[in-house]
């Protein structure tokens, strides 16, 4: 996507370097990764398979299975078995994936909310209740009705709360 980094290149980053007077052009706010992630509670190969076809659907990638580290009883999971399944997305489809959010995803759902976590690495994530926002998965509902949240977040470089606050404003993310 041309267009979101030609957008980063001439006008977030002049904008950052004036309103944070940083030294370093390495120490700007810039996006490094988005990670998508369905996790469920109890195993089923069914939502397993329709979670893994709406990944791909959506990002035009294949996601990968998480697997789970320990057993847990209550839960009635073995170790090794799928929890769910999970995407990370790097420069073009990365910029590819925010430019279908910024332009199917936020019109239909305005309100995210801000939730800012760590402060050694800033991140943002959220959490899409309504999976069939997106186009691709509307027009197959009887398949993806069952999915009942995917995780998204966006990983920084952002050393400070508000680098990101301002990185997302200037997408106009939030």
Do not use: W
């Amino acid at each position: 996507m041309y267009l979101l980094h030609n957008y980063y290149e001439n006008i977030i980053r002049h904008d950052s370097l004036n309103k944070f007077n940083h030294k370093n052009l390495l120490n700007l706010p810039k996006l490094k990764k988005i990670v998508l992630n369905f996790g469920f509670k109890k195993y089923n190969f069914k939502t397993l398979l329709s979670a893994l076809l709406a990944l791909e659907l959506i990002t035009a990638q294949k996601p990968a299975i998480t697997k789970s580290k320990l057993s847990n009883i209550t839960l009635q999971i073995r170790k090794g078995d799928p929890i769910g399944c999970k995407i990370t997305l790097r420069k073009k489809m990365m910029l590819y994936f925010l430019f279908k959010i910024l332009n199917e995803l936020l019109p239909k759902t305005r309100k995210l909310p801000v939730n800012f976590k760590s402060k050694t690495k800033v991140h943002y994530a959220f959490k899409i209740e309504n999976i069939l926002a997106f186009g691709k998965l509307e027009n197959n509902y009887k398949f993806f009705k069952n999915l009942k949240g995917l995780n998204i977040c966006f990983v920084t470089n952002c050393s400070m709360n508000n680098y990101l606050k301002f990185l997302l404003k200037s997408y106009k993310i939030i």
